[in-house]
């Protein structure tokens, strides 16, 4: 199986910026698609950004021009560099694995930007 691990999450001030980052172990395979999604209490969990293999990246409309995602060179560690971060974003952030066949998501990390 696969394990997620995220770290980076904390509180920053409207304006900063903040780094996640999502370590992946295990059974773990290269050309697996890995992301970010979020969910703020009472409501859906959303897309935040996902990068392919090849590096194809993919993100939601509210972070889209501030948020840029990326993997290492080994493909087993995802992070997500947020800047321009308002108190919309205040959510958990869950970081997530898509193989072939499996899906695996990671505990999640706070992130919190105060009004």
């Known amino acids: 199986q696969v394990q997620l691990v995220e770290s980076g999450g904390g509180l920053v001030q409207p304006g900063g910026s903040l780094r996640l980052s999502c370590a992946a172990s295990?059974?773990?395979?290269?050309?697996?698609?890995m992301g970010w999604y979020r969910q703020a209490p009472g409501k859906q969990r959303e897309l935040v950004a996902d990068?392919?293999?090849?590096?194809?990246?993919n993100y939601g409309d509210s972070v889209k021009g501030r948020f840029t995602i990326s993997r290492d060179g080994n493909k087993n560690t995802v992070y997500l560099q947020m800047s321009s971060l308002k108190p919309e974003d205040t959510a958990v952030y869950y970081c997530?694995?898509?193989?072939?066949?499996?899906?695996?998501w990671g505990q999640g990390t706070q992130v919190t930007v105060p009004s």
């Open positions: 990068i392919t293999s090849g590096g194809s990246t």
């Open positions: 997530r694995y898509s193989g072939k066949l499996l899906m695996y």
């Open positions: 295990g059974r773990t395979f290269s050309i697996a698609t």
